[in-house]
């Protein structure tokens, strides 16, 4: 039987858009570890809370499951719209400029070909 850790990194600041941006270029790597080798290389605001969660559930499978780093593949990376907070700016005439500040919800699977203890 195959184990499944784990991580959510919820209410993150940046636009979901820009984050599926980044998750999408790291989603062909199955290895946990390249994807955060390779995170810690792209110019992105949204690579720094993508690595954290990949990095938490590393930390989950590690120190609650006990299974080893090495045996860990990445099944499932999610990225889903959180809510926006509604903010604006006055301008001009009387008017009113909506800004949305929108965040992210950040979901990482993985799974382990190890048993549980071994």
Same mark, same amino acid.
């Given at each position: 039987? =195959?184990m499944?850790?784990? $991580?959510?990194?919820?209410y993150? +600041? ?5 984050? %599926?941006?980044?998750? =999408?270029?790291?989603r ?18 949204? *690579?720094?809370?993508? $690595?954290? $969660? ?5 930390? =989950?499978?590690?120190n609650? $499951?006990?299974? *080893? ?10 990225? *889903? ?5 509604? %903010?604006?700016?006055?301008?001009? %005439?009387? +008017? ?8 992210s919800?950040? %979901?990482?699977?993985?799974? *382990? ?6």
């Amino acid at each position: 039987m =195959n184990m499944l850790i784990k $991580a959510e990194q919820k209410y993150v +600041r940046i636009s979901p858009i820009k984050l %599926r941006e980044v998750a =999408n270029s790291v989603r062909g790597l199955k290895s946990p570890l390249k994807m955060i080798e390779y995170l810690e290389f792209v110019p992105k605001k949204a *690579s720094v809370p993508l $690595a954290k $969660a990949i990095k938490q559930a590393i930390a =989950n499978a590690k120190n609650n $499951a006990g299974l *080893s780093i090495d045996s860990l593949i990445v099944k499932e990376l999610a990225i *889903s719209q959180g809510p926006t907070y509604k %903010r604006g700016q006055i301008v001009a %005439r009387g +008017r009113f400029h909506p800004i949305v500040k929108k965040t992210s919800h950040i %979901r990482v699977i993985l799974e *382990s070909t190890e048993k549980k203890g071994n």
